[in-house]
């Protein structure tokens, strides 16, 4: 028989009897276990320990891999860079490049047979050349078609090493050998026993081995909002994916990876998707089909809806039995719920569209311009007749319109938005912030306001008892363990040791001279460091009461602010309790008074403790918490003692406790980081307001604001506490009103005693608040479980990589890696440097924009010919688009960027000074251009170049033209790093090695492109001279750079500022109605900057949006996830109409089977055959849960 390290290779139970015990739930898992022997038993046929786990040795693990799968999710095959290369040339107006320059260099081998004179005209040497031109176009577009491709093939894995960075940072507490092991979550293996608590994000099914009120949130499987309890006496399943909202325990790992509940799901969301896919070209070639009969019948006079347009419901697949509803029955856009898109992409969005229209508007007008002057010129004046060899002519006149449009059209937008915040979120890891949600990197450059927390945050986070007033005795020092009556010091040990997670522990540190280190929860660490400290071991007193034997435990939660665990003592039973000493001292009946003499503890000794001891320590910046316990005994009872008959009803919290006797209150030490105050001076230096949330005293919330400079002992600001915030924003209902709201927030700094629902209450009421003419854009820390609505809600959510609990990190934007205040003080530099990178790029392409637009026309109309060939425009297009976006969004951030304002949601994007200097430098490039177009070939003394013959040879006056617009579009580049009319624009030139080689590459190819460019470039060389008039009036930017900053911005109208605010959702979006026209013909400007548009959006969000349908080793996880990559599939789909629906819908059927089959109320069947598509609202389940992300 086969052996592993011993053991038989054969498990007592097969990998498909494990899936089937996962499927059930309550009773019914119960009788499955049972019928398995119960917990103990399948520890034992999976060969595992329940108290010391696996052996963790290799083979072991290995074996377990083999036979029951890994915890991974296979991820799904990145694009190819062939796939890229065929998306990129999609793109509309290549697509018409492509088209003609194919016609033109078919045009160029085909030779009509003319009249012989006609022939005798030609040059022999013409016809070599005409075919260089359309083939130096269809390189070109191939060119531009492999650095889109690159560009995207880059940033998709960019993304898949942040998210595999992310999943790389997951780890959890599993048992091996005895030890308690944080353990990467992809190497957990079926059979090991995993320690799970409050705020752990499950990553693998299993079976409670022990629990203490254990509560969990499976909305993300279920759908079902309530908490679910669980215990191993009554419903033992967990499964992964799930959220522990309260509680603790042990538990036997016995599904992971594709057999996990959310790895099924999972794998057939994955399937669903490549299906849906399928089905939505399927239904488009349906939709046109019954657009066409429709149209066939309504000419016979039939009437019929196909021909409505709003056809959708009639192509619901074949196997449904049931019809989605039409869209106008569909609930509000989806808008309402999702976060807006952030304040850049709104911007860009609408000058995209702006931009796209008159370029749009030129082009044509360019196209038709030179095709009637043409025609006049041939058939009226010359009075020649059409010859097919004309064809060649008006192909080239398209040509060029489409030039114009390629260049007007910033296709360079996307790009530079994508390598701006791509490369701002690589700099950002090594500056301790972890972006999950791109946008939100410069979401955060415009942030007005920081809701912080306090611990950990603010503070070190690393507790120490520095205070303690135990038997009447107030010590600032540790006190003397014999000092302290032997009877209150044994109790108060074992209260503290007992009564604290046993994931709570101090270990020796790694440096030998520095403290222990802190494990677990820092305010019990604090705790047993106190234990420590008195010369005890805290590892004794568990050793004796381990968490098998406790009757019940009350964990620690927002509302409590206290936890309880109840031991069998001498017969009877003991409970501890330690909290917030405020509340625990409210359920306090009796104290140890001086020498351990028990006293009653009055109402007028509760005011004197709490005005002479708790509130200086408070005032000191001290956390104050008290320890306390009551007793249960079966025979007689002491004054403080209770007698009991039978086992209490430890469901009555109220009543279990209270009458407590009070053993010590002791004062807890995090002091204020040292870079703190700095970093809260440079955020309100910047124009954002500091405000701290904290669940403390109101006393050592005031003094810990003080020592960071949130607060000035002079100032007049508001500091409240929670129960007094709520009365002020509430109305006699108990309903919040903004109203209420608005007088509190602008005044409020600190926040004590708040609950997780104040957090939600203010960042809700700060967000929605018409108080002032701008939005506030709130970024706010969280740590906690119950912090997860207010990350979600907040404009930026930034989670404590180190404290913070998986759900808190899910509902976040950014991972503060090293939990300090001073990293979210670099996110908002990196957020404003994205912010000016990207009005950069614009400053410097909208000028090139205009003038080759303008020169293309006006050379269109005054000379029949556009100055700038295709080929060359091409050119100018890839400097100014993907080498300048490269170049100017990766300059680095300076301090300075903390010295101004935020920009705020309706500054426009280009500015006023950014306008002037655009139309400043487009005057002077758009003069020297005319005055060579037009005198140039005097002024030089060459040849003209004006009036040529179709394909004559490349004329050195049109070359000049050229190249002096290469030259000045290269000297504004440096122009353009400057935006607020600094008048140094060479400050910081060399700090960034990207744009000065991009540069110096740029200017080294013009040099061959004009010299050794002939025919492909219609260049012709140029000597020295020449040359260096070139270099003249390209330097000559920089000069009148100088004199355009000197005109005073004040005196520019306002009107001048473009790229202002929010568009209008309608030009968002194509509508609910799926109208199969618009695949057709789509509206004027559409198909210009649709794709600049859809690039934009996919590459700021839906590169994230990518990754979400790539389900990443045990991606963040589970099925909420799943359901949002279905939310966002389907949030792209929505341009395409809202037929996508009915797939969708079908898509989630099988998830929603699958909650169904979990919920007790119906039968897999139910599920499968009764919902509608329609009827599943995927926005409810999701919205449940904690992690749905806004994408």
Not at 959 to 978: D, G, Q, S
Not at 1172 to 1181: G, I, K, T, Y
Request: with cysteine; charged share 25%.
């Amino acid at each position: 028989m086969a052996t592993v390290e011993g053991r038989p290779a054969q498990y007592g139970v097969t990998l498909r009897q494990l899936r089937e015990l996962m499927e059930t739930r309550g009773a019914e898992g119960m009788a499955k276990i049972n019928a398995l022997g119960g917990p103990q038993d399948l520890c034992k046929k999976l060969y595992t320990s329940p108290t010391d786990g696996l052996s963790g040795s290799k083979a072991d693990l290995q074996h377990r891999r083999e036979v029951f799968g890994s915890n991974l999710i296979p991820p799904k095959p990145p694009k190819t860079f062939l796939t890229l290369v065929w998306e990129a040339l999609q793109d509309v107006t290549l697509i018409i490049l492509e088209v003609a320059a194919v016609v033109s260099l078919g045009l160029s081998f085909y030779k009509p047979s003319e009249d012989e004179e006609d022939l005798a005209h030609l040059d022999e040497e013409e016809g070599h050349y005409q075919w260089i031109e359309g083939l130096a176009i269809l390189i070109s577009v191939i060119v531009v078609v492999i650095v889109t491709a690159f560009n995207d093939y880059t940033k998709e894995r960019q993304f898949r090493g942040l998210q595999s960075r992310i999943e790389g940072e997951h780890k959890f507490a599993v048992i091996r050998s005895g030890e308690v092991n944080q353990v990467p979550i992809s190497e957990i293996v079926v059979g090991d026993i995993c320690q799970i608590k409050y705020g752990d994000l499950l990553p693998a099914d299993g079976v409670l081995l022990q629990s203490n009120d254990l509560k969990i949130d499976e909305s993300s499987l279920t759908g079902e909002s309530d908490h679910v309890k669980k215990g191993e006496s009554f419903d033992p399943m967990v499964l992964s994916g799930t959220h522990v909202m309260e509680g603790s325990g042990k538990m036997l790992v016995t599904a992971v990876g594709v057999n996990s509940q959310a790895g099924i799901i999972f794998t057939l969301l994955g399937a669903a998707v490549d299906k849906q896919e399928k089905e939505i070209k399927q239904m488009k070639k349906e939709a046109k089909k019954q657009q066409k009969k429709g149209q066939r019948k309504s000419l016979t006079g039939d009437d019929d809806v196909a021909a409505s347009g709003n056809s959708h419901g009639n192509h619901a697949r074949p196997d449904d039995n049931h019809v989605p509803a039409p869209a106008e029955s569909k609930p509000a856009p989806e808008s309402s719920h999702k976060k807006e898109k952030s304040v850049l992409q709104a911007k860009l969005t609408k000058l995209a569209i702006q931009i796209g229209y008159a370029g749009s508007t030129i082009a044509v007008l360019t196209v038709i311009i030179l095709v009637i002057q043409f025609c006049v010129h041939t058939f009226v004046i010359e009075e020649k007749q059409w010859k097919a060899k004309y064809i060649n002519n008006l192909v080239k006149h398209l040509i060029i319109g489409v030039t114009v449009l390629v260049v007007a059209v910033p296709e360079g937008l996307p790009l530079a938005v994508t390598l701006s915040l791509a490369y701002s979120v690589k700099k950002m890891m090594k500056d301790n912030n972890l972006v999950r949600h791109l946008d939100a990197c410069e979401t955060m450059g415009n942030a007005t306001a920081i809701c912080s927390d306090k611990t950990g945050t603010l503070t070190t986070n690393r507790m120490t008892v520095v205070q303690s007033y135990i038997c009447e005795k107030l010590c600032k020092v540790t006190p003397n363990y014999r000092d302290i009556p032997p009877e209150v010091a044994e109790t108060m040990i074992e209260g503290i040791s007992v009564n604290s997670a046993f994931t709570s522990r101090i270990m020796p540190s790694q440096d030998p001279t520095g403290p222990p280190m802190q494990v677990g929860n820092k305010t019990e660490c604090s705790l047993l460091g106190f234990v420590v400290a008195l010369g005890q071991s805290y590892e004794g007193v568990r050793e004796r009461h381990p968490e098998e034997s406790f009757t019940r435990v009350y964990t620690f939660n927002s509302v409590r602010k206290s936890m309880s665990t109840v031991i069998p003592h001498k017969g009877g039973y003991r409970l501890y309790t330690k909290g917030a000493s405020e509340i625990v001292l409210k359920k306090c009946s009796f104290i140890y008074g001086h020498e351990g003499r028990l006293e009653k503890f009055t109402r007028d000794m509760q005011e004197r403790l709490v005005r002479q001891v708790i509130e200086p320590m408070a005032c000191d910046g001290l956390r104050t918490i008290s320890v306390a316990y009551r007793d249960f005994v079966p025979g007689k009872a002491d004054i403080n003692q209770v007698h009991i008959d039978q086992e209490p009803n430890w469901d009555d919290e109220d009543n279990i406790v209270n009458n407590l006797t009070c053993l010590c209150v002791v004062g807890i030490e995090d002091p204020v980081r040292p870079e703190v105050p700095e970093a809260i001076k440079k955020c309100q230096k910047a124009g954002i307001t500091v405000r701290m949330v904290t669940g403390d005293n109101v006393n050592t919330a005031r003094s810990i604001a003080v020592k960071c400079g949130i607060l000035k002992p002079t100032d007049d600001f508001l500091i409240l506490e929670g129960k007094e915030f709520n009365s002020r924003i509430r109305d006699a209902n108990g309903e919040v009103q903004q109203h209420l709201v608005d007088k509190v927030w602008p005044k409020l700094r600190v926040l004590a005693r708040s609950s997780p629902t104040d957090k939600y209450t203010l960042v809700k009421g700060m967000i929605e608040s018409k108080a002032f003419d701008t939005r506030e854009v709130v970024a706010v820390t969280g740590d906690g479980t119950n912090d997860g609505p207010a990350l979600k809600k907040a404009d930026v959510g930034f989670a404590m990589g180190i404290a913070g609990t998986d759900v808190a990190k899910e509902a976040s934007d950014i991972i503060l890696t090293d939990d300090n205040f001073s990293s979210i003080v670099k996110a908002v530099m990196w957020g404003r440097n994205v912010y000016d990178s990207i009005a950069k790029f614009l400053q410097f392409q909208l000028t090139v924009n205009v003038v080759a637009v303008i020169v293309a026309f006006i050379g269109a109309c005054a000379i029949q010919d556009s100055p700038l060939k295709a080929v060359q425009m091409l050119w100018v297009n890839l400097i100014m688009d993907t080498l300048a976006s490269l170049a100017l969004a990766t300059e680095m951030p300076t301090p300075d960027l903390l010295l101004r304002k935020p920009y705020g949601r309706t500054k426009p994007l280009i500015s006023r000074t950014m306008m002037k200097n655009i139309l400043g430098q487009a005057v002077y490039q758009l003069f020297i251009i005319f005055s060579l177009l037009f005198v140039g070939d005097k002024m030089l003394n060459i040849p003209s170049g004006r009036g040529q013959q179709l394909s004559s040879e490349p004329s050195q006056h049109f070359t000049i033209i050229f190249n002096t617009f290469v030259m000045m579009t290269l000297f504004n580049e440096i122009n353009a790093r400057k935006i607020h009319g600094q008048r140094n624009v060479f400050q910081g030139l060399f700090t960034n090695p990207i744009f000065y080689s991009i540069w110096i590459g740029t200017a080294l190819s013009q040099v061959v492109i004009i010299q050794f460019g002939g025919m492909a470039f219609s260049t012709a060389g140029l000597t020295i001279d020449q040359w260096l008039w070139c270099l003249f009036f390209g330097a000559g930017t920089l000069v009148w750079g100088q004199l355009v900053t000197t005109i005073p911005t004040r005196k520019i109208p306002k009107k001048l500022s473009w790229g202002r605010g929010q568009p209008d959702p309608e030009s968002m979006q194509q509508g609910q109605d799926y109208d199969p026209d618009l695949d057709k013909k789509p509206r004027a400007g559409q198909i210009l900057w649709i794709r600049g548009l859809t690039r934009l959006q996919t590459q700021v969000i839906g590169g994230e949006l990518q990754e979400r349908l790539i389900p990443v080793p045990y991606s963040k996880t589970s099925t909420d996830q799943a359901i949002r990559v279905v939310n966002a599939f389907r949030q792209g789909l929505d341009s395409r109409g809202s037929l996508a629906d009915a797939a969708l819908a079908e898509a989630l059927r099988k998830q929603t089977a699958l909650s169904k089959r979990y919920s007790h109320a119906s039968s897999a069947d139910d599920a499968r055959d009764g919902l509608a598509p329609a009827d599943l609202d995927v926005e409810r389940l999701s919205s449940h849960s904690h992690t749905e992300t806004a994408v």
